[in-house]
């Protein structure tokens, strides 16, 4: 039993162990007991406090305290926003799961993103109008020939764009189409080749356009979700809260600041005549003073 005991680990053992332990648990940094922590630059931190001892130019101690605490709550306001906006960050590049792609996309989510993923980077950069271009000049093509094919000359010539779509459609070479187009003009069935081919090239165009429909769609949920992700991060109050908290805490040191700086003012402005006697200047030092608080 005490072999056990003694295997167990106690916990880091060295400085730095113990220094790198102690940061298990940071997360914002808002109340970190460390001023300037891990990634923080301390000459930033300086550059702060000298601006703003800069700005308000204090007179004594107490204004000079002041103004460094003021300093500190808007370097953590700045960490603070930081660390929110590396959440915000992860919120947007973490995975979508299928519950959220169910919730958002309805229960053929799975279809949708089956039918989005099929298209390729060209086919976005054209757009679905080259595919609804293809449908009508299929239709077109078959206006025209209702039953009978032109032969392949004819088709290649006078309806190009229509031809480069069967084409595509059908997957097939010039050579083979031409067979195809020759023993179709002979067939006396509905079932030829020609009207099949009408049939399987609608269904091909109609294919891409479908998946552009998903894709606007899937492009839609997308942004939902992750609106949705960071509307329940704001709710949990993790980033409001202590941020109402620190503007609280920096709005009233500014006000004791503006308190301190207006005394100093009051008691400099009796005491600027030295022949006034010590009575008259503690009687006006306490009314400009009760008249600045």
Known sequence: MNKLVTNRSGGPKTSVGRSVCSRNALKSGTYSS??????????EFEALCNDLIQDEKPQNTVQHILILKLAEIQWRVRRLDSYEATIYQQLRAARITTHEWANHLGFNSQELLAKAQLLTDSDIKNGPDMYR????????LFEKFPTKPPDLQVLKQAHGYAFA????????SDDALAKELAESAADETEQSFWLRAKTQAEGWLQSYLDAFD???????????????RIREHLLEGRHTRPMQELYRIFFK??????KEQAIYRAQKAVLIDPV???????????????EAT
């Open 34 to 43: 460390k001023l300037v922590i891990d990634g923080e630059d301390e000459t």
């Open 133 to 140: 271009e293809g449908l009508s000049a299929i239709e077109a």
């Open 165 to 172: 779509v069967l084409r595509s459609a059908l997957s097939i």
């Open 214 to 228: 998903a894709q606007e769609r899937v492009e839609s949920a997308t942004q939902t979700i992750i609106d949705t």
């Open 253 to 258: 040191t500014l006000g004791e600041l503006r």
């Open 276 to 290: 006034q006697s010590d009575e008259f200047v503690r009687e006006k030092s306490e009314e400009l003073i009760a």
